[in-house]
């Protein structure tokens, strides 16, 4: 605060408080494991510091006021992306359908598989898989069905079933034929890029583990042949 002079006026309390709260809560974020947490921590402390860097000293410390100003805009920065990260709202209706059927995804996880994901349509009979022939994608059914062959058997997969990974999980051929049937929308990974985030990521890894653990349960689950659940 400043008189009419331009001389700062007298406030009633340490000014010193403003440092030892700003440190307080630099302390306390350095001890947190959560980068978003530690982040607002940060963001808090670094107000407290120009807050005292403006309203005490005569004149105030502009070359601090400047350094903490640019180091707060980049906390900011860092600090929008981790929201986003780690929010929806800006995935399209389709992709927040599929999110939900990536349990045990984070939507940082998520939004990773994503960007290496293609979207297809099938407009007739497509091939997803042969049988023992070796296989480099994974693929998910998004809406419609597929037909799936295993020697004599034949049955009819429906949407919200992974396609290959068996094949995936193994490195290993497919033990069936499966062909997306006209009017089926199914998403398709490279395996490769699937196995580079996996290489990148432990908890990337388990989460993309215990998905495909647990679509290959369900699938045994439902089976009354379980040795034509295979894709």
């Not at 860097?53 to 900011?76: Q, S």
């Not at 497509?126 to 037909?147: A, D």
């Amino acid at each position: 605060m400043q008189k009419s002079d331009g001389s700062k006026m007298e406030i009633g309390f340490d000014a010193a408080l403003l440092i030892h709260i700003g440190a307080l809560f630099y302390i306390i974020a350095f001890l947190i494991r959560d980068e978003m947490r530690l982040r607002l921590l940060v963001l808090s402390g670094s107000v407290f510091y120009l807050l005292y860097y403006y309203l005490f000293p005569d004149p105030p410390l502009w070359d601090a006021i400047l350094t903490t100003a640019i180091l707060t805009v980049a906390n900011l920065i860092v600090l929008f992306r981790i929201v986003l990260e780690r929010s929806v709202f800006t995935l399209s209706t389709q992709e927040k359908q599929l999110f939900m059927a990536f349990e045990g995804f984070t939507p940082g996880q998520f939004r990773q598989l994503l960007k290496i994901a293609k979207w297809r349509d099938a407009q007739s009979p497509v091939v997803l898989t042969k049988e023992s022939k070796q296989l480099s994608k994974l693929y998910y059914i998004f809406n419609g069905s597929v037909r799936t062959k295993k020697g004599k058997h034949e049955f009819t997969l429906g949407d919200g079933n992974f396609i290959g990974e068996i094949a995936f999980v193994l490195k290993g051929p497919p033990t069936a034929d499966v062909t997306a049937l006209p009017g089926t929308r199914y998403v398709e990974w490279n395996s490769a890029d699937i196995d580079q985030l996996m290489e990148k990521s432990p908890a990337f890894e388990n989460a993309m583990m215990a998905l495909l653990s647990r679509d290959l349960a369900d699938k045994l689950a439902t089976s009354v042949q379980p040795d034509s659940v295979i894709a």
